[in-house]
């Protein structure tokens, strides 16, 4: 079994930072790749950002050059800096992972096998 946590999310104001995190615990001896989506009320789950086992990343053209992602292989920790943050940030973001030594990431929901509840992150002033 393996579960995902995420935490850090918050109240940040409009060109303010947060830092996410994601710990994926549980059968971890294989590795993962792991990604993050985020929710608004009413609509689909968002593919954000993305690291492969090898440590490539892929961001969506929204965030590109505000967020950055990055891991700690060790304890199987992904983190999500995001800086600038904009009124259009606030969601509910979700860190999944798939299991598996990946030299690529994934922008589909349907490749992560393990989802967190979700962290929120308001941006207001």
């Known amino acids: 079994q393996v579960q995902v946590a995420e935490s850090g999310g918050g109240l940040v104001q409009p060109g303010g930072s947060l830092r996410l995190s994601c710990v994926a615990s549980?059968?971890?001896?294989?590795?993962?790749?792991m990604a993050w989506f985020r929710q608004s009320p009413g609509e689909e789950r968002d593919f954000v950002a993305a690291?492969?086992?090898?440590?490539?990343?892929d961001y969506s053209n929204s965030v590109k050059g505000r967020f950055s992602v990055s891991r700690n292989s060790s304890s199987n920790t992904v983190y999500l800096q995001m800086d600038s943050l904009e009124a259009n940030d606030a969601a509910v973001y979700f860190c999944?992972?798939?299991?598996?030594?990946?030299?690529?990431?994934?922008?589909?929901?349907?490749?992560?096998?393990?989802w967190g509840q979700g962290t929120q992150v308001t941006v207001s002033s």
């Open positions: 549980g059968r971890t001896d294989n590795g993962y790749r």
């Open positions: 690291i492969s086992w090898s440590g490539l990343t």
């Open positions: 999944a992972a798939a299991e598996g030594r990946y030299y690529t990431t994934s922008r589909h929901r349907e490749d992560y096998f393990y």
